[in-house]
C-alpha cells in the first residue's frame, strides 16, 4: 500500500474506533481472538485489527491530529445491546434489487488476504457504524461470542419461516410491501437472485398484498386498499408456508394442488349470505330481460315459444319459473311463498297449467303493443305513441321470471343481431376515415345522429375540404352501407343509436349477472372436490372429475329456488353427483358403454352377491342369474361381454416381454405368408422387365393388361389415352410381347409360370 493510501486509512480507523474525548494516539491493544458479531464478517474485524496494529507504527502526527479534529459519535449503549445491533453490509448492491440491510455472517468473503480494509466499504453507509461496533470499549466480546453460536445453531428454514411470517404479518398490517421490504426480511439465500424475488412477489400477490418497487404514495396505497382482494381467513402459518420455496415450486408443478390452494382461499357462505347472492342473481337476471325486451325483435323468438307451448312441444318449466312481484309489493317470507314464487319444480299439475295460461295471455297481450310498435317506428310523427308501445312491451315481458335457458337464448339472439350491425359500422368506419381521410373526431361526433342520413357523405362532398374527392370516389359504397343499416333498423324496428346503448347496457347486465354467480360458484368448489374423491379410480383423473363436477354445480346455480328453504349445498349435491356419475359412464370406459346398460349390469351384480351370500360361495349360472333378474339369457351374455374390460392387444406375456397377446391372434384364411411373399416377388419381377421396354411400349403393355390399375383396357382406350389409332397400339403391344419372350425375361419370369393368382 503506497503512503497515501495508508494514511487515508489510518484516518478513517481513528475517527471510527476512538471515543469522543480521546484525541492523543494510544498504542493499540492486541485484540481479543474471538468470534465477531452475527452481522459482522469476521474478515472485516480482523482487517480493522491489523490497521490498528499497523497505525500504531505507521501513523504520523500530522495524520493524529487530523484524526482528533474529526467528532466522534456518542456511543455508550450496553454489551448486549451494541451485540445485537444490526450492521448494514458495506458489500456492493446487485444490480436490479435493493441493497439489503442485514448481512449474513460468511467466513469466505472474498476480502483481501493481507487483511486490509478496503476504505470505500469502510465509509459506506449513513453512519460508521460498522466500524464503530468493533470499539474494544463497549463491545462485550463473551456476549458477541455466545450470540454468534447460537445464531449459527439456527436452522436457515426457520430463519426463513420467520421471514416469511414477517413479511405475511406486514403486508396485512399496510396492505402492501415493497421488494426492499422482501430483501430486509428474508435471509440471504431466500433472495439471492431476482427469480427467487419474482416468485416470493408472485405468491405475496396471491394473498392479496400488492407489491411495489418502492414505497408507493398516498395515493397508490389508497388505490391498493380499494383493488386488493384480501385473504385474511388465511392463516398466518399457512400464508408463510405458501410463501416458501417448496410450497411455490409444487404450486407451479401440480396444477391440482394450484387449484386445491385456489378453493381453500374462498369463506364459505352463511343461509343468509346465500339468500342474498341468489337474490342477486334473480335481480340481474330480471334486469337483463327488461334490457332485452328493449330490443322489440325479441318479440319473434317470444311468439315461436308462445306457439310451441300452446302445440305442446315445449313445457312450461322449460319457459318460466314463476312471476316478478310487482314493485312495491312486500317481500314474500323464505318458506311462505305463493303459488308463483315456490317455482315450477314445486309446483302441481293444476299450478303448472294455470301459470302456463298466464304466460301465453301475457305474451299475446305483448304481441299487440309490438304490431303497433312496427306500425310507429318509421314515422318521426308517432314517435311518442311508438316509445309509449315500446314501455308497454318491456312492462309486459318483466311479469314472467323465464328461465335460464329463455334468458340465454334471448341474449344470444340480441347478440347475433349486434355483432352484425357492429361489423358494418367497422366497414363504414374503415373506408370513411381510413381510405378516404374523414377525421376520426369529426366522424365520430357525426356518427351518432347521422349514420343512416342519406344527406351525410354528400354534404362532406359539398364542403370542398381536402378529403372530399376521395368521398366522392367513395360516395356510392358509402351510400350503401348506410342503406344496409337503414333496412337494419326497419327489420329490428329501432334506431342504430338506440341499439348500440341498449348494447352496452346489456353487456353491463351480463356482466353484474356473471359476477354473481360466479361468486355462488366459487364459494361451493369444495363440495365438487369432497364428491369427486368418491369417483376415483374409476377410469378419470381427479382434475376430469372435478371438472364434470363443476359443470353440475354451475347448472344447480342457474336452478337453485332459495324460496324453497333449502340450504344451496343440500341443492347443489345431486346435481354435482348426476354430473360426476354420468362422465364416470361416458368417458371412464375405453369403449363407451350405454347408462342404462351399465344400470342392468349393477343390478345383475348385486344379485350375484346376494346369491353367493346366501349359497354358501357357490356362484350362479347364466340361466340362474337370467331367471333372478327376470331378463333374458341373450341380455346376460350381453353385459358379462359387455362390461369385461379393454385390455391391450400389445401387452407382454410373461416377464421377459418376448410375445404379446398379438402374437397368438389367429389372422385370416387366407392370409399364407408364402403367397403373399410369391405375389410381390413377381410383381417385382414383371416391373422389372418392363423396365427394359421403351416408355410408349411399357405404358401401353401396362394399360392393356390392367398392370398398377384396377382393370384391363381395351386398343381403343389405350388409344385415347395415348392418342394413337387402334392398329398402331395393337402393334406397339405386338413389339413389347416379342421383346419380353426373350431368353432375359423368360429367365426372370420361368419360376412364376406355375403361379395361380
Sequence with gaps: MNPEAEAAVQAAVASAVQPAEETV?????????????????????????????????????????????????????????????????????????????????????SDSEDGILDPESLMEGDDDSSAEDLSDEDIDLEEVERSAKKSSREAPSEEMTKGYKALVKLGRQRGWISVEDINDLLPESAVSTEEQVSDISEQIAILGIQVFEQAPDSDDIILASVTSDSRDDIDEDDAAEMLSPEESAGLSRDPLRAYLRGVGTHKLLTREEEIEVAKQIESYTQKLVSVLAGFPFVMDNLLKIRDQLQSGELTIDNVADGFNEPEGAEEVAEGDASNGDIGAAGMTTEQLSDMKDRVVSIITECEEHYKLVKEYFPDPEQHA???????????????????????????????????????????????????????????LKDFDHRATDPDWFPSIVRQGASYSKRVERQEAVLMA?????????????????????????????????????????????????????SYVNRGLAMTDLIQEGNLGLMKAVDKFEY?????????????????????????????????????????????????????????????????????????????????????SIDAPIGDDDDATKLDFVRGEDDADPQRRYMETAMSDEIVRSLDDLTAREASVIRLRYGIGSNRDHTLEEVGKALGLTRERVRQIESAALRKLRSNAAKARLKDYKDFEE
Excluded at 83 to 91: I, P
Excluded at 386 to 413: H, P
Excluded at 500 to 526: D, F, W, Y
Excluded at 614 to 622: E, F, M, N, Q
Design 25 to 109: 494516539e494510544k498504542p493499540a491493544e492486541k485484540p481479543v481472538e474471538k468470534p465477531a458479531v452475527k452481522h459482522v464478517r469476521k474478515s472485516e474485524a480482523k482487517a480493522v485489527q491489523k490497521v490498528s496494529e499497523a497505525k500504531a507504527e505507521t501513523v504520523s502526527e500530522a495524520d493524529t491530529e487530523e484524526a482528533a479534529e474529526k467528532p466522534a459519535k456518542k456511543r455508550k449503549a450496553a454489551a448486549k445491546t451494541a451485540a445485537a445491533k444490526t450492521a448494514k453490509t458495506t458489500g456492493a448492491k446487485r444490480p436490479g434489487r435493493p441493497k439489503k440491510a442485514v448481512a449474513k455472517v460468511s467466513d469466505d468473503d
Design 385 to 443: 305513441a311508438y316509445n309509449r308501445e315500446r314501455r308497454a312491451v318491456v312492462k309486459g315481458l318483466s311479469q314472467i321470471r323465464f328461465s335460464g335457458k329463455i334468458v340465454s337464448s334471448l341474449s344470444d339472439q340480441v347478440t347475433e343481431h349486434v355483432s352484425g350491425v357492429n361489423k358494418l359500422l367497422s366497414r363504414m368506419r374503415a373506408l370513411a376515415v381510413d381510405d378516404c381521410g374523414i377525421p376520426i373526431d369529426k366522424f
Design 481 to 533: 352501407m348506410q342503406e344496409e343499416l337503414r333496412n337494419e333498423e326497419k327489420a329490428s324496428c329501432i334506431t342504430i343509436s338506440e341499439q348500440r346503448e341498449l348494447a352496452k347496457s346489456v353487456k353491463i347486465a351480463q356482466s353484474n349477472l356473471s359476477a354473481a354467480k360466479s361468486k355462488m360458484i366459487e364459494v361451493n368448489l369444495r363440495l365438487v372436490i369432497s364428491i369427486a374423491k
Design 563 to 647: 324460496r324453497r328453504g333449502y340450504k344451496f349445498s343440500t341443492y347443489a349435491t345431486w346435481w354435482v353427483k348426476q354430473s360426476v356419475t354420468r362422465a364416470v359412464a361416458d368417458y371412464g370406459a375405453t369403449i363407451r358403454v350405454p347408462v342404462h346398460m351399465t344400470e342392468s349390469y349393477n343390478k345383475l351384480r348385486r344379485i350375484k352377491q346376494r346369491y353367493l351370500q346366501t349359497h354358501d360361495g357357490k356362484a350362479p349360472s347364466d340361466s340362474e342369474l337370467a331367471k333372478l333378474g327376470d331378463m333374458p339369457l341373450s341380455k346376460v351374455h350381453l353385459l358379462m361381454n359387455a362390461m369385461r374390460g379393454v385390455e
